[in-house]
T-cell receptor, first 112, second 109 residues
Framework: NAGVTQTPKFQVLKTGQSMTLQCAQD?????MSWYRQDPGMGLRLIHY?????ITDQGEVPNGYNVSRSTTEDFPLRLLSAAPSQTSVYFC?????WGYGYTFGSGTRLTVV | KNEVEQSPQNLTAQEGEFITINCSYS?????LHWLQQHPGGGIVSLFM???GKKKHGRLIATINIQEKHSSLHITASHPRDSAVYIC???????????FGQGTRLTINP
């Protein structure tokens, strides 16, 4: 099915470990973005990209890296996991940042 | 103060009731989005609007740009409407969305 595919759905990491959350879309969307969702808080933007080769920081970028080598893929890297990064992560894409968004199913990450 | 405020935070109603969820924002926007997050966690885009009113089935979204306010209405509510409804705004001059904290809606049979 067309849409945004996020993997993995669940992950447990130890403090200090690194990992990459994968996000892929097959809708030829130019805009892709990563968010984290924490209890009692709205979704917060981590990083975004307006096209291949172009990325920028969002509201809460510290501890995360991104790259956009292709239109389809936008991986999010945790460099050295910390308990404060325990959260649910969503990837989303859009034809243009101001248009309707398609969200992935989310990744529930626990850092112990 | 958050740039996007939703009210109420929680809403419980009986099946069949007319539901209103409100969203106020304090910044200039290019568009406002209403999203639905199901109990399983998935997020679906319901509406994007920059003026006036949009309707899809039993859902109606309105926006008043001058008052910086939007409402999401659900007519003839049903238990399957139980979800978290999220308001988000696209900020003028910035390529990003800012989200409200969400409204948790529970419809009892």
């Amino acid at each position: 099915n067309a849409g945004v595919t996020q993997t993995p759905k669940f992950q447990v990491l130890k403090t200090g470990q690194s990992m990459t959350l994968q996000c892929a879309q097959d809708m030829n969307h130019e805009y892709m973005s990563w968010y984290r969702q924490d209890p009692g808080m709205g979704l917060r933007l981590i990083h975004y990209s307006v096209g291949a080769g172009i990325t920028d920081q969002g509201e809460v970028p510290n501890g995360y890296n991104v790259s956009r080598s292709t239109t389809e893929d936008f991986p999010l890297r945790l460099l050295s996991a910390a308990p404060s990064q325990t959260s649910v992560y969503f990837c989303a894409s859009s034809y243009h940042w101001g248009y309707g968004y398609t969200f992935g199913s989310g990744t529930r990450l626990t850092v112990v | 103060k958050n740039e996007v405020e939703q009210s109420p935070q929680n809403l419980t109603a009986q099946e069949g009731e007319f539901i209103t969820i409100n969203c106020s924002y304090s910044v200039g926007i290019s568009a406002l989005h209403w999203l639905q997050q199901h109990p399983g966690g998935g997020i679906v885009s319901l509406f994007m609007l920059s003026s006036g009113k949009k309707k899809h089935g039993r859902l109606i979204a309105t926006i008043n740009i001058q008052e910086k306010h939007s409402s999401l209405h659900i007519t003839a509510s049903h238990p399957r409407d139980s979800a978290v409804y999220i308001c988000a705004v696209g900020i003028q001059g910035a390529q990003k969305l800012v989200f409200g904290q969400g409204t948790r809606l529970t419809i009892n049979p």
